[in-house]
């Protein structure tokens, strides 16, 4: 029997893992889901990646 499991899913179950043993910061664990969901192409990439585009142009024009 085969089990398909989306990356996105299989990534965020990796990311609340990682949080509930206290192995990487709530920060760190936002960042790794954000970067998920634009790897896998999820419906969710392309707002994330304008979020992610928005906040790298605030980010470069801070002087």
Do not use: C, Y
């Amino acid at each position: 029997m085969v089990l398909t499991v989306s990356s996105a899913l299989m990534f965020g179950a990796i990311t609340v893992i990682l949080i509930r043993s206290q192995r990487v910061s709530t920060g760190s664990a936002v960042l790794v889901w954000l970067s998920g969901f634009t790897v896998a192409s999820t419906g969710l990439a392309g707002p994330v990646n304008s979020a992610l585009t928005a906040l790298a142009h605030a980010l470069a024009t801070i002087h």
